[in-house]
């Protein structure tokens, strides 16, 4: 039997991705003790692989497809060696991008890039930002970071740091000022580029593609259902966003008619009382599973 080999990020984002795998279809169990989850799919051979190094297994063809952050792609030089499949938003803590952040203390004279010429930067992107600062004329001594990269630039063992981060709540509670967003990341669905010619494995990653992207999508939607009065159909349907248009069945008491419609989850909050007031009763709210 043919075998897609996948790429599952081990760390932050090894959590989220089991479980976005799991709404899509695929119930992975990691194993404590090696490298190698199950899945209830013959047709797919898992492994475990830091983000890091991610997209350089799938540039020699060690992997077909795997997920990692665009920087990783970028920091391994591996954009024009991979194919890319599709972009999803998800994290460990939300569903949007993250940004990669020129950090300093809050007192530092440093103001702009420009300002970093002979400075001293610590990160763990290091190749993207040394790249980065060769774009621009600036010379400055970059060191690669183990972790506790804002610590360093907090005792003075750096005169900036490059960090990501998602709402910078995090780099303010530490008494730290973000000069420039420098790089905007999330996470990408990529493969080893011969893999897109083999028809089979093509069909394969275009289904988790497709099933991956229904399954985040359906996290922003969700169903409502409802009785309305048939006199009040018409305002009803008017207050009602849906994807098409809503769903109507005449039940067996001809002055009522059942609703059904898909709406966007943060407006439901103001959705219900509008409804309520155009006469609808019996309001269910219903999470989604995939949305196509």
């Not at 060696?81 to 440093?110: F, G, H, M």
């Amino acid at each position: 039997m043919p075998q897609l080999k996948v790429g599952i990020p081990k760390g932050s984002l090894e959590k989220a991705t089991v479980d976005l795998f799991a709404q899509a279809g695929w119930n992975i169990r990691i194993h404590s003790r090696n490298y190698f989850p199950s899945v209830d799919d013959p047709e797919l051979a898992l492994s475990l692989v830091r983000p890091q190094e991610m997209a350089a297994y799938i540039a020699d063809g060690t992997l077909d497809i795997g997920l990692t952050g665009w920087d990783w792609i970028i920091e391994r030089d591996c954009q024009d060696k991979v194919t890319e499949v599709a972009t999803l938003e998800y994290s460990k803590t939300s569903n949007q991008p993250c940004r990669w952040v020129l950090v300093t203390r809050e007192d530092s004279p440093i103001k702009t890039i420009q300002d970093l010429q002979g400075k001293k930067i610590a990160t763990e992107l290091e190749g993207f930002t040394r790249r980065f600062l060769e774009e621009r004329g600036v010379e400055a001594e970059v060191v690669f970071s183990w972790g506790a990269t804002e610590a360093k630039v907090v005792d003075g063992l750096v005169d900036a740091v490059v960090e990501i981060t998602e709402t910078g709540s995090t780099i303010k509670a530490h008494g730290l000022r973000i000069v420039e967003d420098l790089l905007l990341t999330s996470t990408k669905l990529i493969a080893y580029p011969q893999a897109m010619e083999d028809s089979w494995k093509k069909n394969k990653i275009d289904q988790i593609a497709m099933l991956l992207n229904a399954s985040l999508d359906a996290r922003h939607k969700v169903m409502l259902k409802m009785n309305i009065p048939t006199s009040s159909a018409k305002a009803v349907v008017d207050i009602l966003p849906s994807l098409q248009a809503p769903t109507i069945n005449q039940l067996t008491d001809p002055t009522w008619q059942a609703l059904e419609t898909v709406v966007d989850r943060k407006l439901v909050r103001d959705l219900i009382p509008s409804l309520k007031s155009a006469g609808a009763v019996g309001i269910l709210e219903y999470d989604l599973k995939k949305v196509l």
